[in-house]
Every structure is written in C-alpha cells, then in structure tokens.
C-alpha cells in the first residue's frame, strides 16, 4: 500500500526533473557596442511610409536615422539586407510567457495566486527567463510580450517583457502596465464554459458577490489611498501600509488603467458603467461581443485587446466568422483596439502564431495595413509604450525584424531580430528538433544527403 501511495509522487518527480532539462540553452545578447546599419532593404516604419532601398541606423539601442541617404559612422557595422524587408518587432499583447512553461505540472506554473482579491501580485518579478516559449516565440518575429496574471477577480498587475535578457529586471520594458480584472460572467442560466450545474439563482447570488467583492477593493483602496495622502498633516497618525491596496493607487491617480477581461456584452456594458463611476481608464481584454458596443466604447475613448481571432463562435446561432470580423467591425466604428492571442496557460506555447490572428482578420475585411499595425502600433499605444516601440522612428527604440516577406504570411521567415539594438539567438527547440528529425531521415535513405 506503501508503494502504491508513493509511486505517483516519485513519478511526478521525476517528470519534473526531466523536464528541466528543456530550460532554453540561448545565451542573451549583449548590449550594443558598435553602430549597426542596415543597408538596402524595404523599410516598413508603420506609422509613416514604406521606404524602398532603405538604410536604417542604430547606436546604443536606439534608432538614429532613416532614409535612402543616411550617413554612418566609421566604425558602423554594415549588414546588407537587400531583398529583404524590415519591420518593428511584433508585440504580443495578451499572454502568459515566462510564468507558465508544461501546464500539465503544477510546479511549472506561476500565474496565479490563490483568493479573489490580489491587485499586489506582480507579473514582471515571477518571469522566468529561461523559458522554452520564449525563443520559440521570438523566433516568429514577436520581441515583446505582455505577461499578465490570472485567477480570482482582481488578479494583479502585467508586465511587458521583452523576449531576451538574464533576469527580469532586465527583460522588464515597462511595469506595471495595468491591474487586470475579471469580471464575473452575468448570465444566470448554465452555458458550456460551467464545469457544474447552478440554478439561476445561485448563478445570480455568485455574479452579486463578485461584483460586491470588486467594488468593496476599490472603495477599501480609496480609502487607504485619502489616509496615506493625510498623514502630511499635522496630527494625523500613520496608517499602516497594505501591499494590496497601495498597488492600486497608481489606477486611482490615473496613471495605468484597468484591463477588464470580458468577452459577453453583458459584462462589458456593466464593466463599462463601473468604469465610469470610479473615474478610471479602461481597457477591455477579450471583447468578443465588443462590437455590439461598439458606438460606447467609442464615445468614451476604451480601446480593445481582441483576445483571438482564431476561436469559435459562442452561440450556436451565430455566423462562423464572427471572430474572424470582429476587428473589422471594431475598425469601420473608430474604436481603438489591437489583436493578441487567447493568452491563458494553454496558449503560452502558441504565442507565436500572433501574426495569423492578424493575417485572419486581414482575409476577413480589415486593412492589411490596419492588421499590421494591430500587432505592432496599435499595441503599443494601447499599453501606453508607443513612444519606445510599435514602429521605426528615430529616437525609438531598435527592436526590430528583418523578413524575406510580409510577417502575416505563413511562408515568411525571420532572418535576424534585433531587441534595442541586440541582435538575438534565433534559435530554438522547434528548429533544433526540425534539424535532428532531418538528420534522422537522411541517414535511413528518406531526404538526399546535405550537398
């Protein structure tokens, strides 16, 4: 009996530790040290023309000059990208990287703590940057990822990362970005995300109290916030500080926003009154039935992270693209928005197919130009780093790629990628097995031999 208790655990170890082994092996880069040029490609900037024959200059990180006739330092380092094309690096905006790894072990994950309640726990301080996802998805073009936590209702702060560094200091671009929420789902009748059955009216007590314990938080962070501001007055004693609410007093000053997790119109209307009575900025993650609403979010200046094109329906009545044209809506209505991914632990290692969600919504009546930008610009202003990143302009910084072709298309390749001049290891386990698996086949007669 023994035996059978203890076997599963010595198991599960055993698993674990295999599989620490698959730690990426990639050695970060170091910093810029010479001016790097490159030289002849077509640039895309993004937020300004496309630049035939192009030459592109960065020094220390930063880009310093963009043009057809630009002139470089002796010590510049030359690249010659004729034939090529150079974008801004792609920008993952809704994701798990770096805190989550084999979602099937439970010691691999590290993107959600337990209870409701949790505006204090930040995502940048639990990155682990020797993580497997992290080569795979830079491979594909996307340098910067924004990690977000999960559970409960208020689930913490995210980070945006950017894909390469020893620790997370420095991969951190920017923290906090925003306090995530999720909002609980309104209906009170069972749908088929419920893993157990509820009568409506319990459905209806649990929506209540979770929307009780959200507005309690941020009456409870008001609080704390009016008792720290008076402690500058004489006779006024000290308040104790609380970790909790002292993270939300960037939200309540204004400085970062509110990323609302919701996808049925339900909770994004009642996420939307909430917003406006508490006088905070608001962003929307999901947003499947966003355009229902769309004339709102408008008026009231709340972009949209869509949280995956490639997804089904919710209804059964529905047309089986509608979140295929859900950007295209939220598009032709004027309301800001960009496309990430699903996000969520399962969707870590899939991070880097972010640029067919945008080719989908593309195929599906948005802009091509428009697309591009929903994983590059628009990302970044929406998570308030446009001014570093999101396009090629003098005096951003120099995180880019460079491409045999358009990034949306399948067939394209990442050639070099460079994140604040650094250029990175684009190698990774998916390569690495593509190239053994070659291997294998050329020694049993399957491939021609290598020439």
């Known amino acids: 009996m023994k035996v059978r208790h203890y076997l599963p655990c010595i198991v599960l170890l055993w698993w674990i530790g295999s599989t620490a082994t698959y730690g990426s092996d990639q050695i970060p880069a170091p910093p810029q040290h010479q001016p790097i040029a490159l030289v002849g490609g077509t640039i895309h900037t993004v937020s300004g023309k496309t630049i035939p024959n192009g030459t592109i200059l960065f020094i220390d990180g ?9 002139s470089l330092p002796d010590n510049t380092l030359r690249i010659d990208v004729r034939g090529k094309h150079v974008y801004p690096a792609l920008i993952a905006a809704n994701t798990v990287i770096g805190l989550t790894e084999i979602n099937a072990v439970r010691a691999t994950r590290d993107f959600a703590e337990v209870g409701a309640i949790n505006p204090n726990v930040r995502a940048e301080v639990a990155i682990n940057p020797d993580s497997e996802i992290i080569p795979v998805t830079r491979a594909n073009g996307i ?6 936590p999960m559970g409960g209702l208020i689930s913490g702060t995210s980070a945006l990362i950017m894909l390469d560094g020893w620790t997370w200091e420095e991969m951190t671009l920017k923290a906090p970005i925003g306090l995530h929420v999720r909002w609980p789902r309104m209906q009170t009748i069972e749908g088929r995300y ?4 509820q009568t409506p009216e319990e459905r209806k007590k649990a929506i209540l109290t979770g929307l009780k314990q959200i507005r309690q938080a941020f009456a409870d962070a ?9 402690e500058a007055r004489k006779g006024v004693p000290y308040h104790a500080v609380d970790a909790r609410w002292e993270a939300m007093i960037p939200v309540l000053e204004g400085k970062i926003p509110v990323f609302v997790h919701a996808d049925d119109i339900l909770q994004i209307q009642s996420a939307v009154e909430w917003a406006a009575r508490e006088k905070i900025k608001l962003v929307i993650v999901g947003g499947y039935d966003s355009w229902r609403v769309a004339d709102v979010l408008k008026d009231q200046e709340i972009p949209v992270i869509i949280a995956g094109v490639h997804r089904l329906p919710f209804r059964r009545w529905e047309p089986y693209d509608t979140p295929f044209t859900l950007a295209k809506k939220l598009y032709d209505a004027g309301v800001k928005f960009c496309i990430a991914t699903g996000g969520g632990s399962f969707g870590a290692p899939h991070e880097r197919n972010l640029p067919y969600h945008a080719a989908t919504a593309a195929a599906y009546g948005l802009p091509k130009e428009e697309a591009l930008k929903a994983v590059t610009l628009y990302a970044a202003q929406i998570l308030g780093v446009a001014d570093r990143v999101g396009s090629l302009e003098v005096g951003k910084d120099a995180t880019l790629i460079v491409t045999n072709g358009d990034p949306l298309e399948i067939t394209t390749q990442v050639l070099m990628e460079f994140i604040q001049g650094r250029r990175i290891d684009l190698n990774n386990r998916h390569r690495q097995l593509y190239t053994k698996y070659q291997h294998k086949y050329r020694q049993k007669g399957m491939l021609a031999p290598e020439e």
């Open 222 to 230: 008001r609080a704390y916030w009016k008792a720290k501001q008076a």
């Open 62 to 70: 930063k880009i310093t000059a963009i043009g057809t006739t630009v």
């Open 194 to 197: 419920y893993m157990r059955r």
């Open 143 to 148: 340098a910067l990822a924004l990690s977000v």
